[in-house]
């Protein structure tokens, strides 16, 4: 099938590096003059969307900041996967609230403010520390104030100047989870484990797969609350739930309708990757299998500067994936993933590689 990509950054790349052994031709549409994607299809601007929408059949999106226009203006002649309607939900913390509360997925406290006097009364309500989020275009840990007394709350609403927000309680976690579910068009669905995500300042910095001392009802009870989002949005390909670990259970934090950095483990870990079973499910082939195939994988981002990779370049259970884009702060432009048999052999990997994360994000 010829499948279009909406954006052409790492996640289009890795789409299509594994959609073109099933046999697939890709075409990205994105402004962007210099992509990662381009070497895997052409690349259409806007100028050239019609030129675009001709070479497709069907298409899907690498980021839940796509325009809701441009999906509408693609579904007249093609179609889009995940729904539209999953992807109004991700794109407004408001509405993807709204959506755990009415299927009975634990959340987060939260009230939407228009104003600082809104926002006061919010604070009343939920209690402090909390934070407050931009309702849409967040990302990376971006838009947001973690308040922690009331003098703060004035700074907090100027500083998003935004016209609406959200104040969610603060949760206590112990850790950071997230999970992978992929649907596909005859209904099928599988999940991957749930991991471990160890972020720093809003940035996720290593994904250790599967998470630790998890217990099978635990996976069952993640995998239930992406069942019950997949039902009522008839999902479409796959989607990431982030999730916080808390003494009293799971809360969700927010979802993703597509593939996700926390997956990214999943190319050398797992018999199909996260990339290979969105495509498979959007294009209507059967899915395949998740089998992990370690004990053990761990996934680190490359932030900012690429340093001394080529130390790694042999190294058995060891694979780097770099996305060709320009070095620059806080950007993410890599990931290594390692495989492992046993705690100890995992631990002696992440360790060879702190260089590329801060201390503190992970300690043997
Ligand atoms: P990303 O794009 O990286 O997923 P984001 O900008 O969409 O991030 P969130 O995932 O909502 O934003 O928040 C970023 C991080 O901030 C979370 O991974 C978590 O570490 C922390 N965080 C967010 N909400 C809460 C909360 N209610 N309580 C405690 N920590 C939180
Ligand atoms: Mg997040």
Not at 269 to 280: A, D, K, P, V
Request: aromatic share 8%; glycine share 8%.
């Amino acid at each position: 099938m010829n499948i279009g990509i909406l954006g052409a950054g790492q996640l289009g790349s890795m789409l299509a590096e594994e959609g073109i052994d099933l046999g697939h031709h890709f075409f990205f549409y994105s402004d962007e003059l210099s992509t990662p994607a381009e070497k895997y299809g052409e690349v259409f601007n806007k100028k050239r969307l019609d030129e675009f929408k001709n070479k497709i059949s069907l298409a899907t999106y690498e980021t839940e900041n796509t325009s809701l226009g441009l999906i509408s203006e693609i579904e007249k002649s093609a179609e889009i996967f995940p729904p539209k309607k999953i992807l109004s939900i991700a794109q407004n913390r408001g509405f993807e609230k709204a959506l755990f509360n009415d299927l009975n997925i634990p959340c987060a406290n939260s009230v939407i403010v228009r104003s600082v006097e809104e926002l006061r009364s919010a604070v009343d309500q939920i209690g402090l520390p909390s934070i407050l989020k931009t309702t849409t275009d967040g990302y990376d840990g971006k838009g947001q104030f973690f308040i922690r007394n009331e003098s703060e709350i004035q700074k907090a609403w100027e500083s998003l100047s935004t016209s609406e927000a959200i104040l969610e309680g603060f949760v206590n976690f112990n850790r950071e989870l997230s999970i992978i579910g992929v649907r596909g068009l005859s209904g099928e669905q599988v999940f991957y484990p749930l991991v471990e995500n160890i972020h720093k300042d809003g940035i996720l910095r290593i994904t250790i797969a599967p998470a630790k001392k998890i217990s099978n009802e635990t996976q069952r009870l993640a995998e239930d609350y992406i069942t019950k989002i997949f039902d009522s949005t008839n999902h479409i390909g796959a989607l990431t739930v982030e999730l916080f670990e808390t003494n009293d259970g799971l809360l969700v934090n927010e979802i993703a309708p597509r593939v996700h950095n926390s997956g990214h483990w999943t190319i050398n870990g797992c018999t199909t990757s996260q990339f290979e079973n969105h495509i498979r499910a959007i294009s209507g082939m059967p899915l395949g299998s998740i089998n992990v195939k370690s004990n053990w994988c761990a996934m680190i981002n490359i932030i900012g500067k690429v340093g001394n990779i080529q130390q790694f370049a042999d190294k058995q259970n060891l694979f780097i994936n770099l996305y060709g884009k320009a070095e620059r702060e806080n950007r993410k432009i890599g990931h290594i993933n390692v495989v492992a048999e046993s705690e100890k052999d995992l631990n002696k990997l992440l360790e060879s590689l702190s260089d590329y994360y801060p201390l503190d994000c992970w300690k043997n």
